[in-house]
Every structure is written in C-alpha cells, then in structure tokens.
C-alpha cells in the first residue's frame, strides 16, 4: 500500500535560516504529492503540490521537487520566518486511492527570532 | 467565506456515550473524508464518500459509522465512546477528478474520559 515517511521533529531554527524537511514515499503507479500546513489550533491548509515528476510545486517560498528516482518530495525554505512555525506533513495521493490521502506523521517546525 | 465548517469545536464525553460530529461544504464537491490525527501518526482515514449516496471505509474504521446526508453534509457518529477515540477529527472535501489538494475544517477536539 501507499506510505509517507517524513524526517523526524521537531525542528528548531533561528530566523532567516534554511530549511529543509524530508519526505519519501512508497505507492504504486504515478501519485501526486502534496505538502501541507497546520498553523496552532487550525486545519490543515494546502502548501504545495506536484503532480508528475520532475515537477516543482512553490507557495509562500517554500518549494519542493517531485523526485522519482528517489521517491522523495523534500520541502526547502531559503529564509525562514517565526510565522512559518507550524506543523507540516507531506502526503499522497494514489492513482487508483479514489481521492484518498496519505499523510506522513508530520513535522513540528519551531522558528525562534 | 467558502469552506468546510465542522462542529462542535470541542466535546468532552464520557466512555459509553454517543455523539455525532457534522461536517458540510459549501463548495459543491463530491468527495467528502475524515481524518482523525493523534501525535506523531499524522492524519489516519476513518471513512470517506466518494460521491453523494455512497460511503467507504478508511484505515481506521471501527468504532465509527458515517451518514452522506446530501452532497453538502458527511457526519460522523460514535455510538459508543471508547477512551482510544480521544483525538483531534478533520473533515475534508475535494472536488473529483484532477489533481485537486483539499479543504478542510477546523477540526473537533474530542476528549473521551
């Protein structure tokens, strides 16, 4: 079956440092990877996706590459801000899941000034 | 503003009750899921409608059972509360076809005691 293994939290930076959160996966066929964003007490809010590979999905300065010789979908910020403090998780979605998400256990994101 | 609304926001119940978490969209998607999430497991499928008039089961559907009242509403009830149903729930919609992210809802925190 479908699973997304992200890079173990929390992580703590200072402002204006790089960021950068892993995530692999292991599915079948041609999914589409999606990252998303859960600021402190909301929902979860789509951040980026990419939908074939070689494809790079970008929002609020994060970016990240649909890599599928590595099945992997890493997360980069160049320049990180206190409100980018969240919780991210990478996750999929099956060619044949009927719309179903997978979502990796996510990522605590501390950013101090 | 447009969105998936979900109550209530919070619930404290004792093992044994029963209750019913609603959800609706006002996007006029046909695709409706819930998640619950629990600490570093990210967000698990407990069951999900497709389309208006159908229902699935997810990952974790014991203890759960769903109504797709309309296309607008997916409420989730509990019948009989278990302390391992303690979590945070989300409710998503998506619209079908396409690589499409989805919306959710702020969620319910629910405690079983």
């Known amino acids: 079956g479908n699973s997304v293994t992200q890079m173990e939290g929390p992580v703590t930076l200072s402002e204006e440092a790089f960021l950068t959160i892993n995530c692999t996966y292991t599915?079948?066929?041609?999914?589409?990877l999606f990252w998303y964003v859960q600021y402190p007490g909301e929902g979860l809010q789509l951040l980026l996706k990419a939908t074939k590979a070689d494809d790079k999905g970008s929002n609020k300065g994060f970016e990240a590459t649909y890599r599928k010789e590595t099945t992997s979908f890493h997360l980069e910020k160049g320049s990180v801000q206190v409100s980018d403090s969240a919780v991210y998780f990478c996750a999929l979605r099956g060619g044949t899941s009927y719309g179903k998400l997978t979502f990796g256990q996510g990522t605590i994101l501390t950013v101090h000034p | 503003n447009a969105g998936v609304t979900q109550t209530p926001k919070f619930q404290v119940l004792k093992t044994g009750q029963s209750m019913t978490l609603q959800c609706a969209q006002d996007m006029n998607h046909n695709s409706m899921y819930w998640y619950r999430q629990d600490p570093g497991m990210g967000l698990r499928l407990i069951y999900y409608s497709a389309s208006e008039g159908t229902t699935d089961k997810g990952e974790v559907p014991n203890g759960y059972n769903v109504s797709r009242l309309n296309k607008r509403e997916f409420s989730l009830r509990l019948e009989s509360a278990a302390p391992s149903q303690t979590s945070v729930y989300f409710c998503?919609?998506?619209?079908?076809?396409?690589?499409?992210?989805?919306?959710f809802g702020s969620g319910t925190r629910l405690t079983v005691v």
């Open positions: 599915a079948t066929g041609y999914p589409s």
């Open positions: 998503a919609s998506r619209e079908t076809g396409g690589a499409y992210g989805y919306t």
